[in-house]
């Protein structure tokens, strides 16, 4: 089983810059893929970055693309997304999924991955 946890939610203002971690207890996470998605209430989950372990690289998502920063640290067992410019239409619940898998092209559906986190909360106010 796969642990999860998230953390480095917040209120910021527009403009300001987050950073969430997400820690697993599992040892072998290097073997995972992982992606962040977020839900804004009344909103379907949607991704905001994906990886990929059979060479589709990492993937964002248009929203993301330019201002996201995704990395992760095998061997603390972690994962980062760095947000900056942050902007109201991004305040969401933000989650870390991952999936025991190596696929060839990232994969960005919700459904795809088995594993989450409990979320983090990220207020923009403007």
């Known amino acids: 089983q796969v642990l999860l946890e998230e953390s480095g939610g917040g209120l910021v203002q527009a403009g300001d810059s987050l950073r969430l971690s997400c820690t697993t207890s599992?040892?072998?996470?290097?073997?995972?893929?992982v992606a962040w998605f977020r839900q804004s209430p009344g909103k379907e989950r949607e991704f905001v970055v994906t990886?990929?372990?059979?060479?589709?690289?990492?993937c964002y998502s248009d929203s993301a693309k330019g201002r996201f920063i995704f990395s992760r640290d095998n061997a603390k067992n972690a994962m980062y997304l760095q947000m900056n410019s942050l902007q109201p239409e991004d305040t969401a619940v933000y989650y870390c999924?991952?999936?025991?898998?190596?696929?060839?092209?990232?994969?960005?559906?919700?459904?795809?991955?088995?594993?989450w986190g409990q979320g983090t909360q990220v207020t923009v106010s403007s």
């Open positions: 990886t990929s372990r059979g060479g589709g690289g990492i």
């Open positions: 599992r040892r072998t996470f290097g073997q995972t893929e």
């Open positions: 999924a991952a999936r025991v898998s190596r696929s060839v092209v990232c994969m960005s559906k919700a459904d795809e991955y088995t594993y």
